[in-house]
């Protein structure tokens, strides 16, 4: 990682670019959750994402390799691939790249499904970015309720974002004017410099990232409208950099690809510079240094008469301050790429863009889901792993099942066969616990007896009684 200035810090932040030519991960999973508990699932992903003990054919019904198939050309189930026993190869032998993984199985339980997303990162310390799942079940004697939750986790966590903003700032800082001062300190007065990057500069910087984080957590809800979302960030980014005196084009489309807004941050460095740093004699600092720290700063362009090979001065000192201070150019950039992840996260930085495809089919009919509903008993998402930044992406639903065995043995039909039915079963008896467990022994004992009991039991308020009343009026019922 070079050293650049605000450039890269305010436009990389909200551009959310992606590395050109870097090509694109499919990540896709089919899961279909039975009334027992059991689940089945099939993936397809990359080969390199997919941690090597989640691709062993102990652990699925079935593995394949495949090519990469973008989502355009995507044609039926991930079990309609056909079965290679290695990568495909191109007519010289060599895998065809890149190479993806599928496997399908089934499994007794969600705990037992293999763990074939999950992504160590280090930012000083292991930390994983992965896929988690919790799977509840609550039985309500006649109907059972199944609550599904899958999330994509990031690995950032406020309280050390903070940290780590600060720490990103004071790193970059202090080597900026180490390099600076070795350069100039015999000729210029670097004081203004240091006291605008503290009282102005980090506070801008954490003005930035919070703006930042804000958009990013609020994709949610703006699902229906992103683009007005991506307008009102930007609108709001043009607003805080005028306070600090940086002037941005009004928002647009593809604004950060404008060169106009490159243009303006250019201008404003080259502006804020001469009346930071003043030469002993109080005057401003000349053109020719101040184009000299521009170049440094990857702000301007390098003369066509100068030769691009030959280091400047500030680039000798920058490589010599690295190797004396930090063990070399690798080492300073490891050190704050590491602390860079703790505020962008593994999926708020920029790296191949990531798509996941996540298909799941629940027992019953389906009441409430975060995805698509594309069926009575089947969700879907589709989002991009940069919506996981920065507090994850989760894909929940839940559905009602009727335990058919036991409404026919006690009642001798299926008066839940309505979501709406089950609906308002469901929520009589998750208010009323006394209620709840007579209806499940009479379902497990296959008699009415237990809540005949109930209800001459003397012990029912009049909200007791009104909610009886309407399970018997939902089972078809007669009064007792």
């Known amino acids: 990682m070079r050293e650049r200035c605000w450039r890269d810090l305010v436009m990389a932040s909200f551009a959310g670019l992606v590395l050109v030519g870097c090509g694109v991960h499919e990540f896709r999973s089919e899961t279909t959750l039975h009334s027992d508990g059991s689940v089945e699932r099939a993936i397809y992903q990359p080969q390199s994402e997919t941690p090597e003990p989640a691709q062993s054919r102990e652990l699925w019904q079935q593995t394949t390799w495949a090519g990469e198939i973008r989502e355009d050309h995507w044609i039926g189930s991930i079990r309609d691939l056909p079965i290679r026993a290695e ?6 032998g060599a895998a065809k790249t890149p190479v993806y993984f599928a496997a399908w199985g089934r499994f007794d339980s969600v705990a037992k499904l293999p763990e074939h997303f999950a992504r160590e990162v280090d930012v000083g310390e292991k930390r994983s970015a992965k896929l988690t799942r919790r799977h509840e079940r609550i039985d309500y004697g006649f109907v059972v309720e199944h609550r599904w939750s899958e999330r994509l986790n990031d690995i950032v966590r406020l309280d050390d974002m903070r940290r780590a903003r600060r720490e990103l700032f004071d790193l970059l800082t202090e080597f900026g004017l180490e390099v600076l001062t070795q350069r100039l300190k015999e000729s210029h007065d670097l004081s203004r410099l240091k006291t605008w990057l503290h009282d102005d500069g980090f506070p801008w910087f954490e003005d930035l990232v919070d703006l930042f984080y804000e958009w990013a957590a609020e994709r949610g809800t703006h699902r229906d409208n992103l683009p007005q979302h991506e307008r009102d960030a930007q609108r709001r980014l043009v607003e805080l950099c005028a306070r600090r005196g940086l002037k941005l084009p009004e928002p647009g489309e593809n604004f950060f690809d404008d060169s106009r807004v490159e243009n303006a941050v250019k201008k404003f460095a080259a502006d804020k510079l001469p009346e930071l740093i003043r030469r002993r004699d109080g005057e401003p600092l000349d053109k020719s240094k101040t184009l000299e720290i521009l170049i440094w700063l990857d702000l301007a362009d390098r003369p066509e008469d100068r030769d691009a090979e030959k280091e400047s001065p500030l680039d000798v000192l920058s490589n010599r301050i690295k190797e004396e201070r930090y063990g070399g150019d690798r080492a ?11 505020i962008c996260g593994e999926f708020g930085a920029f790296n191949i863009p990531e798509y996941f495809h996540h298909s799941m089919t629940m027992p019953g009919l389906i009441v409430e889901t975060s995805g698509e509903l594309v069926a009575a008993n089947k969700t879907a998402w589709e989002f991009e792993a940069g919506q996981a930044f920065p507090w994850g992406y989760e894909m929940s639903c839940r559905s009602l099942d009727v335990d058919e065995k036991r409404l026919k043995e006690v009642l001798k039909s299926n008066p839940l066969e309505t979501l709406a039915a089950r609906r308002d079963f469901v929520r009589e008896l998750s208010a009323d616990a006394e209620l709840a ?3 499940r022994l009479s379902a497990r004992d296959g008699t009415l007896k237990p809540l005949d009991a109930h209800a001459v039991s003397g012990e029912l308020d009049a909200s ?6 309407r399970i018997r009026k939902l089972l078809r019922l007669d009064s007792p």
């Open 464 to 469: 007791g009684r009104s909610r009886l009343q």
């Open 437 to 439: 467990d007579a209806i």
């Open 332 to 342: 300073f950039g490891e050190r704050t790429w590491k602390v860079a992840r703790r």
């Open 87 to 92: 990568p495909e190869k191109n007519a010289d």
